[in-house]
C-alpha cells in the first residue's frame, strides 16, 4: 500500500465469532473497520471482535479514538470489553451512533459493561470518554468526511459514507433489502462511491427459506444495490458464521457475473482513503 490514509478490515464475520480452519482466510472476527490519521487519532466503524487487534501499549502518547457504531447488536460491541485503549487513562474514546429507541447512546454502549455478564462497568473503565448521540448528521474528523443513512434492520442501523483524501468507503453492514424507500436512499447514499461494503450474509435461497426479516441481504441483494449506484467495487462482508472460505470464494464468483469487481472482505484487507 502507498502512502496516505488506510481503510482497514479488522472483522467481517457477522452474527458471531468462529476459529475454523477452513474459514481463516475471511477470518472469524465480527465486524470492525478502522483508519488510523496522523496525530495519533483513529477513527473506528464497529465494535465487534476485530477491535480487540488495536493495541496502544506500546505507544508512549496518548491517543484519540472515534468509535462510530452502526447498531447494538452483540456482533457489533462484543469486542469493546477487551478493547485495550479503553483501560488507558490518557485516551480519550468518543462513541458516535445513532441511539435505540428510547435510550442514549451511553446506555446503550454501557449496556455489555454489566453484571452478571461483565465484572466491571465502562464508567470503571479509565479512559475518557464521550457519548455523542447522532441524527443522520454530517461529521468531519480531520480530513475525512462523514455522514449517516438508514438501513433496514431489527431496531434500525446506520450506514455510514466516509470520504477521504483519494477515495470514498460506503459501509452497510447490517441491511436487509426489501423495502424500496429505504433502498433507493442506499443506492443514492452510495452513489458513485470508490468502494461499496455491503451485506451478503445469506443466498437467496438461505434468505427466501429461512432467514426473512432477520436483518441480511443477499448476494444478489448487494450485486444490485452496486449496480444501481454505480460504485467502483462491492466489496462482500458480514459473512454468515457457518460460511467457509471456498463458500464464500464461490457466493463472491456468483456475484461477479452480476457486478464484475466484487470481492469478498477479509481481515487485514486495506484499501487506499
Known sequence: MDDGLVFTVLGARGSWPISEREMMVHGGRTTSFMIALENDV????????????????????????????????????????????????????????????????????????????????????????????????????????????????????????????????VIATDHEAGDSTIDASLVEFARGADYLFHDAQYTPEEHDQFYEGWGHSTWEDASDIATRAEVGQLVLTSHDPSRTDAAVAHLTEQAAHLFPTTVAAYEGMQLPI
Do not use: C
Open 42 to 169: 483513529t477513527v473506528i466503524v464497529d465494535a465487534g471482535t476485530g477491535i480487540s487487534a488495536i493495541d496502544d501499549s506500546d505507544r508512549a502518547a496518548p491517543q484519540a479514538y472515534h468509535v462510530f457504531l452502526t447498531h447494538y447488536h452483540l456482533d457489533h460491541v462484543q469486542g469493546l470489553q477487551f478493547f485495550k485503549p479503553l483501560y488507558r487513562a490518557d485516551n480519550s474514546v468518543t462513541f458516535y451512533g445513532v441511539p435505540p429507541e428510547n435510550m442514549k447512546l451511553e446506555e446503550a454502549v454501557g449496556g455489555i459493561f454489566r453484571a452478571p455478564w461483565f465484572p466491571i462497568s465502562l464508567a470503571a473503565t479509565p479512559s475518557q470518554k464521550r457519548f455523542v448521540d447522532l441524527d443522520f448528521e454530517d461529521l468531519e474528523i480531520g480530513p475525512l468526511r462523514i455522514t449517516t443513512g438508514e438501513l433496514t434492520h431489527p431496531q434500525g442501523a446506520t450506514s455510514y459514507r466516509i470520504e477521504g483524501p483519494r477515495a470514498t468507503v
